[in-house]
Antibody
Framework: EVQLVESGGGLGQPGGSLRLSCAASGFTFRRYWMHWVRQAPGKGLVWVSRINSDGTSTNYADSVKGRFTISRDNAKNTLYLQMNSLRAEDTAVFYC???????????WGQGTLVTVSS | QSVLTQPPSVSGAPGQRVTISCTGSSSNIGAGYDVHWYQQLPGTAPKLLIFGNSNRPSGVPDRFSGSKSGTSASLAITGLQADDEADYYCQSYDSSLSGYVFGTGTKVTVL
């Protein structure tokens, strides 16, 4: 069974940093592209970032470009999101998501809440 | 910001049929990119409902169906049930943004 378990959420200061992790199990992690998707309280889903299977290619939404960095450690079956220069509008539940290989998201983690506030 | 537009809400009585539209543009749905649908039950993570415009993953009832035409797509739910109450999102890829896009989301209410 595919399992994606996020951690690292919590309270962050405006202008500060947080690092999210996603532990993957139940599938061959190194073969799949992975994404981060976020959802602000009471709002819709927003795609944040994507990384290819070997970590050599990444993409970001304009709203986080230059502030967030996606990475992965295939030896540890773990996906990361380094979030710098945090803003209040980054407050959201962040989901770790597996790409099916054809552009849809076939497995989702339970999410981790990031709150940016002073 | 969502580039795929959905109605904020739809409702129907048990057993009825409801449809949810997803309107895009020439840089996403109209460019030929597939549309996928997700169901998000209250307080839970989204779950894949339809992929590749009209395909159902294993375990999804055939009461759910999807279609795509031009710059739009639709999700239909027939035989509406109480546990279909959820938020539904469409998703595609946008070549202008070089990224993945979601719809604005639709809340389905069973009367």
């Amino acid at each position: 069974e595919v399992q994606l378990v996020e951690s690292g959420g919590g309270l962050g200061q405006p202008g500060g940093s947080l690092r999210l992790s996603c532990a993957a199990s139940g599938f061959t992690f190194r073969r799949y592209w992975m994404h981060w998707v976020r959802q602000a309280p009471g709002k819709g889903l927003v795609w944040v970032s994507r990384i290819n299977s070997d970590g050599t290619s990444t993409n970001y939404a304009d709203s986080v470009k230059g502030r967030f960095t996606i990475s992965r450690d295939n030896a540890k079956n773990t996906l990361y999101l380094q979030m710098n220069s945090l803003r209040a509008e980054d407050t959201a539940v962040f989901y770790c998501v597996r790409d099916s290989t054809t552009g849809y998201f076939d497995s989702w983690g339970q999410g981790t809440l990031v709150t940016v506030s002073s | 910001q969502s580039v795929l537009t959905q109605p904020p809400s739809v409702s129907g009585a048990p057993g009825q049929r409801v449809t949810i539209s997803c309107t895009g543009s020439s840089s996403n749905i109209g460019a030929g990119y597939d549309v996928h649908w997700y169901q998000q039950l209250p307080g839970t993570a989204p779950k894949l409902l339809i992929f590749g415009n009209s395909n159902r993953p294993s375990g999804v009832p055939d009461r759910f169906s999807g279609s795509k035409s031009g710059t739009s797509a639709s999700l239909a739910i027939t035989g509406l049930q109480a546990d279909d109450e959820a938020d539904y999102y469409c998703q595609s890829y946008d070549s202008s943004l070089s990224g993945y896009v979601f719809g604005t989301g639709t809340k389905v209410t069973v009367l």
